[in-house]
């Protein structure tokens, strides 16, 4: 990967995290980044997420995260999905299916996003 491109990602994911605040913008920048991006901002949300809720005395886990969203099988229900369920679960998806792979992605960042905002008001 060329170091520009991958400077610029940094920076937009440095970006998003610093939009975190407002709605508006945050969603606003998340919509640039393509399918496999999301896949790496998710990662960092989720570690974020982690550590911070650990910082104000929560210690959330993936289990405490993964309830908040939505299950796997009911999106691929609500979306009319007809691939096995490990393929959504395992980012095959992002192959076959990109856009569809990057909506589900984006609704659990959305969720790590609220999370998020609930452990700043409670600092």
């Given amino acids: 990967m060329h170091k520009m491109a991958h400077y610029e990602v940094d ?10 605040g407002d709605e508006e913008l945050f969603f606003g920048t998340l919509d640039t980044f393509r399918p496999r991006e999301l896949v790496e901002v998710q990662v960092i949300l989720w570690n974020y997420v982690i550590d911070y ?9 993936r289990r405490n ?3 908040r969203m939505e299950p796997t099988a009911n999106y691929q229900y609500r979306v ?6 490990d393929y959504c679960r ?16 984006k ?3 959305a969720v790590l996003r609220e999370i998020l905002m609930e452990l700043r008001q409670q600092q």
């Fill in 11 to 20: 920076r937009r994911k440095q970006m998003l995290i610093d939009r975190l």
């Fill in 65 to 67: 995260l993964t309830s």
């Fill in 107 to 109: 609704g659990q960042i």
């Fill in 53 to 61: 809720s650990s910082s104000v005395g929560k210690n959330y886990n």
């Fill in 80 to 85: 009319g999905c007809h691939e096995r369920i």
């Fill in 90 to 105: 395992g980012n095959i998806c992002l192959n076959t299916h990109p856009n569809c792979a990057g909506n589900k992605l």
